[in-house]
Protein backbone atom coordinates (compact mmCIF):
# COMPACT_ATOMS: atom_id res chain seq x y z
CA UNK A 1 0.00 0.00 0.00
CA UNK A 2 1.18 3.78 -0.59
CA UNK A 3 2.00 5.30 3.01
CA UNK A 4 2.90 9.45 2.96
CA UNK A 5 6.37 9.16 4.60
CA UNK A 6 7.77 12.28 5.97
CA UNK A 7 11.05 13.40 4.50
CA UNK A 8 11.89 16.80 5.32
CA UNK A 9 11.19 19.16 8.41
CA UNK A 10 11.64 23.04 8.28
CA UNK A 11 10.84 26.18 10.33
CA UNK A 12 11.35 29.64 10.76
CA UNK A 13 10.65 32.45 13.56
CA UNK A 14 10.41 35.94 13.55
CA UNK A 15 13.74 37.89 15.03
CA UNK A 16 12.06 39.80 17.58
CA UNK A 17 11.61 37.67 20.99
CA UNK A 18 8.72 38.85 23.31
CA UNK A 19 9.43 37.73 26.74
CA UNK A 20 7.22 38.12 29.73
CA UNK A 21 8.74 40.56 31.50
CA UNK A 22 7.68 42.59 28.23
CA UNK A 23 4.31 42.78 29.16
CA UNK A 24 4.94 44.34 32.99
CA UNK A 25 5.01 47.94 32.06
CA UNK A 26 1.82 47.36 29.62
CA UNK A 27 -1.01 45.60 31.42
CA UNK A 28 -1.06 44.01 35.06
CA UNK A 29 0.90 40.78 34.93
CA UNK A 30 4.09 39.61 35.83
CA UNK A 31 6.35 36.94 34.45
CA UNK A 32 5.50 34.59 37.52
CA UNK A 33 1.70 34.51 37.09
CA UNK A 34 1.94 33.79 32.85
CA UNK A 35 4.81 30.84 33.85
CA UNK A 36 2.25 29.54 36.54
CA UNK A 37 -0.79 29.45 34.35
CA UNK A 38 0.82 28.19 31.13
CA UNK A 39 3.96 27.53 31.01
CA UNK A 40 5.27 30.33 28.46
CA UNK A 41 8.47 32.54 28.80
CA UNK A 42 8.72 34.26 25.74
CA UNK A 43 7.19 34.52 21.90
CA UNK A 44 8.10 35.61 19.18
CA UNK A 45 6.57 38.24 17.29
CA UNK A 46 6.42 39.31 13.73
CA UNK A 47 7.59 42.79 12.44
CA UNK A 48 6.26 44.81 9.62
CA UNK A 49 8.18 42.98 7.15
CA UNK A 50 7.50 39.08 8.33
CA UNK A 51 3.94 38.06 7.57
CA UNK A 52 2.42 34.83 7.32
CA UNK A 53 3.36 33.97 3.88
CA UNK A 54 7.13 35.23 4.45
CA UNK A 55 7.26 33.16 6.96
CA UNK A 56 6.01 29.72 5.75
CA UNK A 57 8.35 30.09 2.58
CA UNK A 58 11.07 30.39 5.04
CA UNK A 59 10.27 27.04 6.60
CA UNK A 60 9.40 25.76 3.49
CA UNK A 61 12.89 26.15 1.94
CA UNK A 62 14.01 24.72 5.14
CA UNK A 63 12.19 21.57 4.64
CA UNK A 64 13.29 21.21 1.22
CA UNK A 65 16.53 21.81 2.25
CA UNK A 66 16.46 18.93 4.92
CA UNK A 67 14.77 16.52 2.17
CA UNK A 68 17.44 17.28 -0.47
CA UNK A 69 14.47 18.64 -2.72
CA UNK A 70 13.84 21.75 -4.84
CA UNK A 71 10.26 23.38 -5.72
CA UNK A 72 10.31 21.21 -8.38
CA UNK A 73 9.62 18.14 -6.71
CA UNK A 74 6.39 19.46 -5.21
CA UNK A 75 2.92 18.52 -6.68
CA UNK A 76 0.99 20.30 -3.98
CA UNK A 77 1.43 22.46 -1.19
CA UNK A 78 -1.38 22.79 1.90
CA UNK A 79 -0.98 26.02 3.97
CA UNK A 80 -2.62 25.50 7.34
CA UNK A 81 -3.38 28.92 8.98
CA UNK A 82 -5.71 31.62 10.53
CA UNK A 83 -4.11 34.48 9.79
CA UNK A 84 -3.50 34.93 5.42
CA UNK A 85 -2.14 37.65 4.04
CA UNK A 86 -5.20 38.44 2.82
CA UNK A 87 -8.52 37.21 2.17
CA UNK A 88 -7.45 36.18 -1.00
CA UNK A 89 -6.12 34.81 -2.89
CA UNK A 90 -4.53 31.67 -0.50
CA UNK A 91 -1.48 32.87 0.79
CA UNK A 92 -0.55 29.04 -0.03
CA UNK A 93 -0.46 30.33 -3.78
CA UNK A 94 1.80 33.30 -2.62
CA UNK A 95 4.02 31.01 -1.35
CA UNK A 96 4.19 28.95 -4.31
CA UNK A 97 5.07 31.90 -6.48
CA UNK A 98 7.72 32.84 -3.84
CA UNK A 99 9.24 29.35 -4.12
CA UNK A 100 9.25 29.89 -7.85
CA UNK A 101 6.79 27.03 -8.20
CA UNK A 102 4.64 27.88 -11.24
CA UNK A 103 3.17 24.11 -11.55
CA UNK A 104 0.90 21.90 -9.67
CA UNK A 105 -1.41 23.27 -6.94
CA UNK A 106 -1.83 24.97 -3.27
CA UNK A 107 -4.86 25.85 -1.26
CA UNK A 108 -5.46 26.94 2.24
CA UNK A 109 -6.88 25.19 5.22
CA UNK A 110 -8.47 26.88 8.17
CA UNK A 111 -8.87 24.76 11.21
CA UNK A 112 -7.06 27.34 13.87
CA UNK A 113 -4.78 25.47 15.78
CA UNK A 114 -5.82 21.91 14.69
CA UNK A 115 -4.61 23.55 11.31
CA UNK A 116 -1.95 21.35 10.43
CA UNK A 117 -3.06 17.81 11.92
CA UNK A 118 -5.93 18.38 9.25
CA UNK A 119 -3.43 19.66 6.39
CA UNK A 120 -1.75 16.55 6.90
CA UNK A 121 -4.33 14.11 6.93
CA UNK A 122 -5.64 15.73 3.71
CA UNK A 123 -1.98 15.35 2.05
CA UNK A 124 -1.80 11.83 3.07
CA UNK A 125 -5.31 11.37 1.46
CA UNK A 126 -4.31 13.37 -1.77
CA UNK A 127 -1.12 10.96 -1.64
CA UNK A 128 -2.89 7.85 -1.46
CA UNK A 129 -4.84 8.33 -3.85
CA UNK A 130 -2.66 8.87 -6.51
CA UNK A 131 -3.19 12.79 -7.22
CA UNK A 132 -0.17 13.74 -5.61
CA UNK A 133 3.63 11.77 -5.11
CA UNK A 134 5.07 14.93 -2.81
CA UNK A 135 3.01 17.33 -0.34
CA UNK A 136 4.69 20.47 1.17
CA UNK A 137 2.34 21.09 4.43
CA UNK A 138 2.92 24.13 6.15
CA UNK A 139 1.70 25.75 9.08
CA UNK A 140 2.25 29.86 9.18
CA UNK A 141 0.97 32.23 11.48
CA UNK A 142 0.73 35.68 13.13
CA UNK A 143 -1.52 35.70 15.24
CA UNK A 144 -0.23 38.94 16.85
CA UNK A 145 -1.85 40.48 14.07
CA UNK A 146 -5.36 39.82 15.70
CA UNK A 147 -4.76 40.10 19.52
CA UNK A 148 -6.15 42.95 21.35
CA UNK A 149 -2.95 43.79 23.36
CA UNK A 150 -5.18 45.37 26.10
CA UNK A 151 -6.62 41.59 27.17
CA UNK A 152 -3.94 40.10 29.43
CA UNK A 153 -6.54 36.84 29.07
CA UNK A 154 -5.03 36.12 25.22
CA UNK A 155 -2.18 38.59 24.63
CA UNK A 156 -0.06 36.76 26.72
CA UNK A 157 -0.60 33.32 25.15
CA UNK A 158 -0.22 33.59 21.17
CA UNK A 159 2.88 33.94 19.31
CA UNK A 160 3.95 34.12 15.59
CA UNK A 161 6.33 31.43 13.53
CA UNK A 162 5.52 28.53 10.69
CA UNK A 163 6.90 24.93 10.68
CA UNK A 164 6.62 22.43 7.51
CA UNK A 165 7.17 19.12 6.69
CA UNK A 166 7.59 17.43 3.09
CA UNK A 167 5.26 13.97 2.24
CA UNK A 168 6.24 11.81 -0.08
CA UNK A 169 4.66 8.71 -1.33
CA UNK A 170 6.27 5.29 -0.72
CA UNK A 171 5.63 1.57 -0.64
CA UNK A 172 4.19 0.22 2.05
CA UNK A 173 3.50 -3.61 3.45
CA UNK A 174 0.30 -2.16 5.42
CA UNK A 175 1.35 -3.15 8.79
CA UNK A 176 2.49 -0.70 11.79
CA UNK A 177 6.49 -1.13 10.90
CA UNK A 178 6.01 1.09 7.65
CA UNK A 179 7.12 4.23 7.76
CA UNK A 180 4.94 7.27 7.53
CA UNK A 181 1.29 8.18 8.47
CA UNK A 182 -0.14 5.04 9.86
CA UNK A 183 -3.27 6.75 11.24
CA UNK A 184 -5.12 10.03 11.72
CA UNK A 185 -9.16 10.84 13.43
CA UNK A 186 -9.92 14.29 13.11
CA UNK A 187 -13.38 15.60 15.30
CA UNK A 188 -15.33 19.33 15.32
CA UNK A 189 -17.60 20.72 17.18
CA UNK A 190 -19.41 23.91 16.43
CA UNK A 191 -21.48 23.96 19.63
CA UNK A 192 -18.29 25.51 21.45
CA UNK A 193 -17.53 28.00 19.02
CA UNK A 194 -18.42 31.12 20.52
CA UNK A 195 -15.62 29.69 23.34
CA UNK A 196 -12.76 30.87 20.98
CA UNK A 197 -13.37 33.43 17.80
CA UNK A 198 -12.42 36.02 16.25
CA UNK A 199 -14.72 39.36 16.62
CA UNK A 200 -14.80 39.84 12.89
CA UNK A 201 -14.70 38.63 9.66
CA UNK A 202 -15.38 39.78 5.80
CA UNK A 203 -19.04 38.33 5.78
CA UNK A 204 -20.31 39.72 9.39
CA UNK A 205 -18.13 42.98 10.34
CA UNK A 206 -16.27 43.92 7.28
CA UNK A 207 -13.35 43.90 9.84
CA UNK A 208 -10.46 41.16 10.55
CA UNK A 209 -11.71 41.79 14.54
CA UNK A 210 -9.64 40.41 17.47
CA UNK A 211 -9.29 36.68 19.29
CA UNK A 212 -11.97 36.30 22.11
CA UNK A 213 -11.73 33.16 24.32
CA UNK A 214 -13.05 32.04 27.42
CA UNK A 215 -10.24 30.11 29.28
CA UNK A 216 -11.91 28.28 31.51
CA UNK A 217 -14.24 26.83 29.00
CA UNK A 218 -11.33 26.02 26.25
CA UNK A 219 -9.61 24.29 29.13
CA UNK A 220 -12.30 21.80 30.59
CA UNK A 221 -13.03 20.86 27.11
CA UNK A 222 -9.51 20.12 26.26
CA UNK A 223 -8.20 17.53 27.83
CA UNK A 224 -11.38 15.09 27.17
CA UNK A 225 -11.46 16.12 23.18
CA UNK A 226 -7.59 15.26 23.17
CA UNK A 227 -7.99 11.95 25.07
CA UNK A 228 -11.14 11.09 22.79
CA UNK A 229 -9.03 12.06 19.26
CA UNK A 230 -5.40 10.13 20.38
CA UNK A 231 -7.65 6.93 21.50
CA UNK A 232 -9.25 6.43 18.40
CA UNK A 233 -5.85 7.08 16.94
CA UNK A 234 -4.42 4.10 19.10
CA UNK A 235 -7.33 1.93 18.03
CA UNK A 236 -6.55 2.41 14.24
CA UNK A 237 -3.13 2.49 14.69
CA UNK A 238 -3.61 -0.99 16.45
CA UNK A 239 -1.27 0.67 19.59
CA UNK A 240 -0.93 1.61 22.93
CA UNK A 241 0.73 4.62 24.72
CA UNK A 242 3.71 2.74 25.53
CA UNK A 243 4.20 2.05 22.24
CA UNK A 244 4.62 5.53 21.52
CA UNK A 245 8.50 6.92 21.07
CA UNK A 246 7.20 10.39 21.63
CA UNK A 247 4.21 12.54 21.89
CA UNK A 248 4.21 16.02 19.78
CA UNK A 249 1.32 18.07 21.10
CA UNK A 250 -0.25 21.33 20.54
CA UNK A 251 1.68 23.99 22.47
CA UNK A 252 -1.46 26.12 23.85
CA UNK A 253 -0.36 25.54 27.82
CA UNK A 254 2.11 23.09 29.60
CA UNK A 255 -1.07 22.12 32.26
CA UNK A 256 -3.42 21.07 29.01
CA UNK A 257 0.01 19.46 27.63
CA UNK A 258 0.95 17.56 31.22
CA UNK A 259 -2.87 16.32 32.21
CA UNK A 260 -3.83 14.88 28.43
CA UNK A 261 -0.17 13.17 28.60
CA UNK A 262 -1.03 11.85 32.32
CA UNK A 263 -5.19 10.73 31.58
CA UNK A 264 -3.33 8.72 28.61
CA UNK A 265 -0.47 7.14 29.99
CA UNK A 266 2.19 8.46 28.14
CA UNK A 267 5.83 8.99 29.96
CA UNK A 268 6.83 12.70 30.38
CA UNK A 269 10.27 12.09 29.04
CA UNK A 270 8.58 11.29 25.96
CA UNK A 271 6.72 14.49 25.37
CA UNK A 272 8.30 17.25 23.22
CA UNK A 273 7.55 21.07 24.81
CA UNK A 274 8.27 23.99 23.09
CA UNK A 275 5.84 26.21 24.65
CA UNK A 276 8.00 27.91 26.98
CA UNK A 277 9.60 29.31 23.98
CA UNK A 278 7.01 29.94 21.41
CA UNK A 279 3.81 30.31 23.28
CA UNK A 280 0.66 29.46 21.34
CA UNK A 281 1.17 29.56 17.22
CA UNK A 282 -2.18 28.07 16.66
CA UNK A 283 -1.24 25.77 13.03
CA UNK A 284 2.45 26.53 13.33
CA UNK A 285 2.69 24.98 16.85
CA UNK A 286 2.89 21.24 16.01
CA UNK A 287 5.32 21.65 12.63
CA UNK A 288 7.14 24.08 15.00
CA UNK A 289 7.56 21.46 18.09
CA UNK A 290 8.01 18.74 15.62
CA UNK A 291 11.13 20.64 13.93
CA UNK A 292 12.96 21.22 17.04
CA UNK A 293 12.68 17.62 18.22
CA UNK A 294 14.02 16.37 14.50
CA UNK A 295 16.64 19.13 14.81
CA UNK A 296 18.39 18.26 18.37
CA UNK A 297 18.18 14.24 17.55
CA UNK A 298 15.29 13.32 19.40
CA UNK A 299 13.30 11.96 16.88
CA UNK A 300 14.68 9.34 14.54
CA UNK A 301 14.03 7.36 11.75
CA UNK A 302 12.04 4.31 12.74
CA UNK A 303 10.24 6.20 15.65
CA UNK A 304 6.75 6.26 16.21
CA UNK A 305 5.60 9.60 16.66
CA UNK A 306 2.15 10.79 17.62
CA UNK A 307 1.01 14.38 16.48
CA UNK A 308 -2.33 16.27 18.48
CA UNK A 309 -3.75 19.21 18.37
CA UNK A 310 -7.13 21.12 19.43
CA UNK A 311 -8.53 24.17 18.37
CA UNK A 312 -11.29 26.89 17.67
CA UNK A 313 -14.43 25.65 16.46
CA UNK A 314 -14.02 23.75 18.37
CA UNK A 315 -11.73 21.04 15.90
CA UNK A 316 -9.28 18.46 17.79
CA UNK A 317 -7.17 15.97 15.51
CA UNK A 318 -4.03 13.68 15.72
CA UNK A 319 -1.92 11.81 13.16
CA UNK A 320 0.26 8.97 14.29
CA UNK A 321 3.29 8.23 11.93
CA UNK A 322 6.38 6.15 12.06
CA UNK A 323 9.36 8.94 11.17
Known amino acids: ?46 DDSETTASLGEAAARAALKAAGMTPDDIDLIVLATSTP ?25 QAVCSGFVYAMTTADLYIRGGLAKRVLVIGSETFSRILDWTDRSTCVLFGDGAGAVILEAAEGGGTIEDRGILATSLRSDGSHQEKLYVDGGPSTT ?22 DVVEATFGAG ?9 FVPHQANKRIIDASAKKLGIADEKVVITVHLHGNTS ?14 GRIKKGDLVLLEAMGGGFTWGAVLVRW
Open 206 to 227: GTVGHLRMEGREVFKHAVAMIT
Open 283 to 296: AASVPLALSAAVQD
Open 238 to 246: GITADDLDW
Open 1 to 46: MIRSVVCGVGSALPRRIMRNADFEGMMETSDAWIVQRTGITQRHIA
Open 85 to 109: NRTFPATAVEIQERLGMHHGFAFDM
